[in-house]
Nanobody, 127 residues
Framework: QVHLAESGGDSVQVGGSLRLSCVVTGLSRSGYLLAWFRQTPEKDREGVAAISGTGGIVYGNSVKGRFTISTDFAKATLYLDMSRLQPEDTGVYYC?????????????????????WGQGTQVTVSS
């Protein structure tokens, strides 16, 4: 059984930085997809960043150059390091996971590609 639990959401000023964490259990180290999504009441769930067990990494266009996704399997944790935050980065951030049994150079950023989700953590960016 895959289980995910996010933490690290907070209220920050424009231009600030924040690190989100997601503890992941139940995934094989050799075959996985992990991703961050965000959602606001006004928008559909948006793919932020994704990483695969074969080293592929993909970012959404709006966060390229500002956000970094990484994993630390010793701590069973997925991270999202966010910098130069803007008000449009505000939302509930979810981590997501899926088993993967082949190489993935471009892990997907579509919500329907993932079956396992955390409960979400709120990020609010204000000026």
């Amino acid at each position: 059984q895959v289980h995910l639990a996010e933490s690290g959401g907070d209220s920050v000023q424009v231009g600030g930085s924040l690190r989100l964490s997601c503890v992941v259990t139940g995934l094989s180290r050799s075959g996985y997809l992990l991703a961050w999504f965000r959602q606001t009441p006004e928008k559909d769930r948006e793919g932020v960043a994704a990483i695969s067990g074969t080293g592929g990494i993909v970012y959404g266009n709006s966060v390229k150059g500002r956000f970094t996704i990484s994993t630390d399997f010793a701590k069973a944790t997925l991270y999202l390091d966010m910098s130069r935050l803007q008000p449009e980065d505000t939302g509930v951030y979810y981590c997501a996971a899926e088993h993967s049994y082949g190489p993935s150079i471009y892990p997907p950023l579509r919500p329907d590609s993932y079956n396992y989700w955390g409960q979400g953590t709120q990020v609010t960016v204000s000026s």
